[in-house]
């Protein structure tokens, strides 16, 4: 009985003390997460953003110039130029399974949809220096002004190719040594990207 | 009663938990590949391991023998998740790098091997520096390794480039198995001048 009060007693002492630490850092903790998701759509939609901006500025200028709005139950971000009028592009974000975890990651495209402005990864588990690579900036930056189109048969948007093989302007280069990772990314962010198309055309018919 | 430098040293050294112990292996082989992720690994079982020691140290008299463990993980788990807490408010981009390592520190077996040996038996002072000597026993032996497996793996140290550009990297280095074969090297040569120093015989 003695063991069952000390136990309870230890165990609420231990808990209120996690859960104080917890609240006590609970909002910095949500606005590290959100500074880092605006940082990453504002790099999507190719908004210029100085390196080193405080949490203020950025979310100001992300304010000013990112709309979000709900499609059929995903965020679909709109990037607005200086003026507040003309559309940059949108943003949507993508996901699947990689080699050892889920993938997530964030992709733009142009106004008209016929090409990607940019994309970045925000969460993976993938091996550091293999698959871990597709945040390296050389392999996200292969995906800049890659030409869209939505599947039509077995035909995909793009393919990663062994380094020094593209052929099309739709061949990128896959990471080295790290094969399973690639060929996840390259079959969900195919998928998602014709998911995405089709979203964003229906919603740009919509508003017409 | 030992004095507390000999404990500290004990730790450190003679007993050191990954090198004579073999224990911590599981994080010992996960976070070697980068300098940096050593570091904070380090700095969040330093703390973890000290302050579990002492608390379980300073509740040594009052905690019924039979949920001594149940009372251990407890205070473990709590320590463990005020750093993960910290170092994501704090350090939001290693906190990116360490994923789901920072709350695996629960599992070390250090911690636990430390609070039931010496902590439940030690005042709470001598327990503190047994945790101390112990952790940075551990974190040395990390330090060296990744010390190791970031140059080979990556040709960067802490992320400055060590090792010319053409330096082919050596992908074993980055996974898993470099830390093994890094770690069992280190081994062999240490126990070989343990044993011609004479200090094992007898």
């Given at each position: 009985?003695?063991?069952?009060v000390?136990?309870?007693?230890?165990?609420?002492?231990?808990?209120s003390?996690?859960?104080?630490?917890?609240?006590?850092?609970?909002?910095?903790?949500?606005?590290?997460?959100?500074?880092k998701?605006?940082?990453?759509?504002?790099?999507?939609?190719q908004?210029?953003?100085?390196g080193?901006?405080?949490?203020?500025e950025?979310?100001?200028?992300?304010?000013?110039?990112?709309?979000?709005?709900?499609?059929?139950?995903?965020?679909?971000?709109?990037?607005?130029?200086?003026?507040?009028?003309?559309?940059?592009?949108?943003?949507?974000?993508?996901?699947?399974?990689?080699f050892?975890?889920?993938?997530?990651?964030?992709v733009?495209?142009?106004?008209?949809?016929?090409?990607?402005?940019?994309?970045a990864?925000?969460?993976?588990?993938?091996t550091?220096?293999?698959?871990?690579?597709?945040?390296e900036?050389?392999?996200?930056?292969?995906?800049?002004?890659l030409?869209?189109?939505?599947?039509?048969?077995?035909?995909?948007?793009?393919?990663l190719?062994?380094?020094g093989t593209?052929?099309?302007?739709?061949?990128?280069?896959?990471?080295?040594?790290?094969?399973?990772?690639?060929?996840?990314?390259?079959?969900?962010?195919?998928?998602?990207?014709?998911?995405?198309?089709?979203?964003?055309?229906?919603?740009?018919?919509?508003t017409? | 009663?030992?004095?507390?430098?000999?404990?500290?040293?004990?730790?450190?050294?003679?007993?050191?938990?990954?090198?004579?112990?073999?224990?911590?292996?599981c994080?010992?082989?996960?976070?070697?590949?980068?300098?940096?992720?050593?570091?904070?690994m380090?700095?969040?079982?330093?703390?973890?391991v000290?302050?579990s020691?002492?608390?379980?140290?300073?509740?040594r008299?009052?905690?019924?023998?039979?949920?001594?463990?149940?009372?251990?993980t407890l205070?473990?788990?709590?320590?463990v998740?005020i750093?993960?807490?910290?170092?994501?408010?704090?350090?939001?981009?290693?906190?990116?790098?360490?994923g789901p390592?920072v709350?695996?520190?629960?599992?070390?077996?250090?911690?636990?091997?430390?609070?039931?040996?010496?902590?439940?038996?030690?005042?709470?002072?001598?327990?503190?520096f047994d945790?101390?000597?112990?952790?940075?026993g551990y974190?040395?032996?990390?330090?060296?390794i990744?010390?190791v497996?970031?140059?080979?793996?990556?040709?960067?140290?802490?992320g400055?480039?060590?090792?010319?550009?053409?330096?082919?990297?050596?992908?074993?280095?980055?996974?898993?198995?470099?830390?093994?074969?890094?770690?069992?090297i280190?081994?062999?040569?240490?126990e070989?001048?343990?044993?011609?120093?004479?200090?094992e015989k007898?």
């Amino acid at each position: 009985m003695l063991s069952v009060v000390y136990m309870f007693l230890i165990t609420l002492f231990f808990a209120s003390l996690v859960s104080s630490v917890k609240l006590l850092n609970d909002q910095k903790i949500e606005r590290n997460q959100t500074i880092k998701l605006q940082k990453i759509i504002l790099k999507v939609l190719q908004i210029p953003v100085q390196g080193q901006m405080t949490g203020e500025e950025l979310a100001r200028i992300y304010t000013d110039r990112v709309e979000e709005i709900d499609v059929n139950g995903r965020t679909l971000f709109i990037g607005y130029a200086e003026d507040g009028q003309t559309i940059l592009g949108y943003a949507m974000p993508v996901g699947g399974p990689g080699f050892w975890g889920p993938i997530r990651g964030m992709v733009g495209v142009s106004p008209d949809a016929t090409k990607v402005l940019g994309l970045a990864f925000i969460k993976h588990s993938e091996t550091p220096g293999l698959g871990g690579r597709i945040t390296e900036p050389w392999f996200t930056g292969q995906f800049k002004d890659l030409p869209l189109h939505p599947i039509k048969g077995d035909q995909n948007i793009f393919y990663l190719k062994p380094e020094g093989t593209a052929q099309a302007a739709n061949d990128l280069d896959t990471i080295t040594g790290a094969t399973n990772t690639s060929s996840a990314v390259e079959t969900f962010l195919n998928q998602e990207l014709d998911h995405f198309l089709k979203k964003l055309w229906g919603s740009i018919e919509e508003t017409k | 009663m030992q004095p507390k430098k000999q404990i500290f040293l004990t730790g450190l050294w003679k007993d050191n938990p990954v090198l004579r112990q073999i224990l911590g292996i599981c994080s010992t082989l996960a976070v070697t590949n980068l300098m940096i992720n050593t570091l904070v690994m380090d700095a969040g079982l330093i703390f973890t391991v000290c302050m579990s020691s002492l608390t379980v140290s300073l509740l040594r008299n009052v905690t019924p023998v039979r949920i001594r463990m149940m009372v251990q993980t407890l205070i473990i788990a709590s320590y463990v998740i005020i750093v993960d807490i910290m170092i994501k408010a704090y350090l939001p981009d290693i906190s990116e790098a360490l994923g789901p390592y920072v709350a695996l520190i629960i599992t070390n077996c250090i911690i636990m091997g430390r609070c039931e040996a010496f902590a439940r038996h030690n005042p709470p002072l001598s327990s503190f520096f047994d945790g101390l000597g112990m952790s940075l026993g551990y974190s040395l032996v990390l330090i060296a390794i990744a010390f190791v497996r970031e140059p080979l793996g990556f040709g960067t140290l802490l992320g400055f480039r060590v090792l010319p550009e053409g330096f082919v990297h050596w992908t074993v280095m980055i996974m898993a198995p470099g830390a093994f074969f890094t770690l069992g090297i280190m081994v062999w040569i240490l126990e070989h001048f343990r044993l011609q120093s004479g200090e094992e015989k007898g």
